[in-house]
């Protein structure tokens, strides 16, 4: 730290984001990107796009606001796009939370939520999930006035919450605002968008990283009714209003226009899931009930760090964390059934070594 970092953000620890190591190629199972390359057609648009970069992106994202909002079948003045879903959750911490509006979120969660919040300087709760993961709404329902955050799926366990549950968090008060990250919702669960016609204090935050095989793109976009809208575009008009650049936003339009490819690839995806949890079981592996395009598991052989190194000595890279509640466990990303073929592979042999 220089002499001159402001005193405001001497004690921020900043998120440590999943290895992206040079040193060999690695089967990379370790920050949920898609196994696939992006679609050709959206490749092209960018191409394409590329040839005006002399000039500035359009500020309103028309163009696209528009397509998502025929997507999902709401109006163009509910959405904002934004530079990754990381940009929209940073301004939802800015616009949402204060001294009066803490924070709440799960204690097992992206780990993005609680450097927002010191970065915004607000004050945080973590509410411990249940033993096996799962979320008691009533939690939250007894902490009204407080911001929520949600991953739904959550990560890294990928457990969903059932809209249903959603719901009763977002009806209990309808003084605090309720943001839904629904980062890896289109590989199994059920987005909450359909509710926001009824609920003025709800925001979904989506990604094109996950299932649109774009996260080197950094495209984003929140949905919500006008007014929640229109006050992240007064966040987003006072920090860069050129937040997506005119290749992402081409390619976003683009993607949509072929979404049947996405989805098609999330339904492989979802499959390749269960079949390689359905193996991990069966080799002794505790796994939970994931509907993401990942896989959050423990072994009662061997703990979650060996497991991460012997991997990676074969190549294979997955994502270990040190929160003591879940350093028993890795969180897999599920490519191709190939890939997941060469890792269910590696970690036989791993556990023929350790048992
Ligand atoms: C990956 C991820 C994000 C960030 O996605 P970007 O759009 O790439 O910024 C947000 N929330 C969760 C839960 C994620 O896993």
């Not at 089967?27 to 000039?55: C, D, F, G, H």
């Not at 990381?86 to 939520?113: K, R, S």
């Not at 294979?316 to 990303?333: G, S």
Request: glycine letters at 4%.
């Amino acid at each position: 730290m220089s002499r001159f970092f402001s005193e405001k953000y001497a004690a921020l620890t900043p998120y440590v984001p999943g290895e992206q190591p040079r040193d060999m190629q690695y089967l990379k199972l370790n920050t949920n990107e898609s196994p696939y390359p992006p679609i050709p057609a959206v490749v092209e648009a960018a191409r394409e796009e590329a040839t005006r970069a002399n000039l500035y992106s359009d500020p309103t994202a028309f163009a696209l606001r528009q397509a998502l909002a025929a997507r999902y079948d709401v109006s163009p003045d509910e959405v904002i796009a934004v530079n990754g879903s990381d940009e929209a959750l940073n301004f939802a911490f800015m616009a949402f939370c204060d001294a009066a509006h803490p924070a709440v979120f799960p204690d097992i969660t992206y780990g993005f939520y609680p450097v927002f919040a010191r970065l915004c300087g607000v004050p945080y709760e973590e509410i411990p999930l249940r033993e096996d993961f799962t979320l008691d709404p009533e939690e939250y329902i007894r902490r009204p006035g407080k911001t929520v955050f949600l991953a739904n799926p959550n990560a890294p366990t990928g457990i969903f919450l059932p809209l249903a549950q959603v719901e009763r968090i977002v009806r209990a008060d309808p003084d605090r605002v309720i943001i839904v990250d629904e980062a890896y919702v289109d590989f199994g669960g059920e987005s909450a968008i359909k509710l926001i016609p009824q609920y003025p204090n709800l925001l979904v935050v989506r990604t094109y990283s996950k299932s649109r095989s774009l996260a080197g793109a950094r495209l984003g976009f929140a949905v919500g009714q006008a007014s929640l809208i229109a006050d992240l575009e007064t966040i987003r008009y006072s920090t860069n209003p050129y937040n997506v650049n005119r290749m992402t936003l081409a390619m976003g339009a683009a993607s949509l226009a072929h979404d049947d490819v996405n989805r098609q690839r999330c339904r492989t995806v979802a499959e390749v899931r269960d079949r390689t949890a359905a193996e991990m079981r069966s080799l002794g592996f505790d796994v939970t009930d994931s509907s993401a395009n990942f896989l959050f598991a423990r072994h009662p052989a061997v703990d979650g760090e060996s497991l991460y190194r012997k991997l990676r000595q074969r190549g294979i890279l997955v994502r270990h964390f040190t929160l003591p509640r879940i350093r028993d466990y890795n969180r897999i990303t599920v490519g191709t059934a190939e890939q997941m073929k060469t890792f269910t592979a590696a970690v036989r042999e791993i556990l023929e070594e350790s048992t």
